[in-house]
Nanobody, 123 residues
């Protein structure tokens, strides 16, 4: 099975940038559908971005043009580059994976989850 650990969260002013990382062990990233999700206080967890085995990506409409999901050459680390951050991006961010050919932004699809890293964007 896959074990995931996020890092890179923190506090930043609106308009700033952060890069989140997710270290993976067990199955390689190339063998799985991987994604980033976020959850704000009192809100349901929502999909942010996903990347499949072939490197194809999909993004939530709210982050298109601002966030970029990627994985390293060894495919042991997943990244989320976040630019032009807004206060509404404030949330706990989680990385997740599932060993399936299908890959969508659906929270219910994913089986393995990290512990999360907090992102706070101030006005």
């Amino acid at each position: 099975q896959v074990q995931l650990a996020e890092s890179g969260g923190g506090s930043v002013q609106a308009g700033g940038s952060l890069r989140l990382s997710c270290a993976a062990s067990g199955y390689t990233l190339s063998s799985a559908c991987m994604g980033w999700f976020r959850q704000a206080p009192g809100q349901e967890r929502e999909g942010v971005a996903i990347i499949d085995r072939a490197g194809r990506t999909s993004y939530a409409d709210s982050v298109k043009g601002r966030f970029t999901i990627s994985k390293d050459g060894a495919e042991s680390t997943l990244y989320l580059q976040m630019d032009s951050l807004k206060p509404e991006d404030t949330a706990m961010y989680y990385c997740a994976s599932v060993s399936r050919a299908v890959c969508t932004l659906s929270v219910g699809l994913f089986v393995f989850w990290g512990q999360g890293t907090q992102v706070t964007v101030s006005s």
